[in-house]
T-cell receptor, first 115, second 114 residues
Framework: GAGVSQTPSNKVTEKGKYVELRCDPISGHTALYWYRQSLGQGPEFLIYFQGTGAADDSGLPNDRFFAVRPEGSVSTLKIQRTERGDSAVYLC?????????????FGPGTRLTVL | AQKVTQAQTEISVVEKEDVTLDCVYETRDTTYYLFWYKQPPSGELVFLIRRNSFDEQNEISGRYSWNFQKSTSSFNFTITASQVVDSAVYFCALSEYNTDKLIFGTGTRLQVFP
């Protein structure tokens, strides 16, 4: 079956603009995660959805970052008033049930560049 | 606090050499899970293995093997007879009992030369 997909693959924007990044998880997976990976670093957790609700948003760096998953499938990560420091690869992952034993399967990521 | 350390930033080997990637973790939980992921140049993280804290048996999958030692909080990964296609960044990650997020190390870049 299809894996996790993310669009766009690349996004270039100017400082201060608003961006939306989309994630389509593996069909049937109830849990969805967003991570951010800066150059030379490992992915860092941002937010986790179980169904439609955000079960853990402790990794969101500030209130410019927001994510939704209105129907429990596709999720959108929204960044307001982008800053140069937001430049990174944003990774989405999904897992079947969302407990710590589950394997998270990752998408190809969206590379965000803020000029 | 939970932490994963991959002290080797970069390793270079010649094809057919064996190579071991180190991973040391910190956690206060007695129940946790450890993972290895591969990130090839294409960028997508590929799942390799998951191991729970109660299973210290070593695992072998083809040319890959993993050595889990709770006494030293290590979960090392060995590639036998490395190949050029093994060139990638490898990440070790930890998931604790009451959390759902993965804590990643900083990764080890493996370059295998022909």
């Amino acid at each position: 079956g299809a894996g996790v997909s993310q669009t766009p693959s690349n996004k270039v924007t100017e400082k201060g603009k608003y961006v939306e990044l989309r994630c389509d998880p593996i069909s049937g997976h109830t849990a969805l995660y967003w991570y951010r990976q800066s150059l030379g670093q490992g992915p860092e957790f941002l937010i986790y959805f179980q169904g439609t609700g955000a079960a853990d948003d402790s990794g969101l760096p500030n209130d410019r970052f927001f994510a939704v998953r209105p129907e429990g499938s596709v999720s959108t990560l929204k960044i307001q008033r982008t800053e140069r420091g937001d430049s990174a690869v944003y990774l989405c992952a999904s897992s079947q049930q969302g407990n710590q034993a589950d394997t998270q399967y990752f998408g190809p990521g969206t590379r965000l560049t803020v000029l | 606090a939970q932490k994963v350390t991959q002290a080797q930033t970069e390793i270079s080997v010649v094809e057919k050499e064996d190579v071991t990637l180190d991973c040391v973790y910190e956690t206060r939980d007695t129940t946790y899970y450890l993972f290895w992921y591969k990130q090839p140049p294409s960028g997508e993280l590929v799942f390799l293995i998951r191991r729970n804290s109660f299973d210290e048996q070593n695992e072998i999958s083809g040319r890959y093997s993993w050595n889990f030692q709770k006494s030293t909080s290590s979960f090392n990964f060995t590639i036998t007879a490395s190949q050029v296609v093994d060139s990638a960044v490898y990440f070790c990650a930890l998931s604790e009992y009451n959390t759902d997020k993965l804590i990643f190390g900083t990764g080890t870049r493996l370059q295998v030369f022909p």
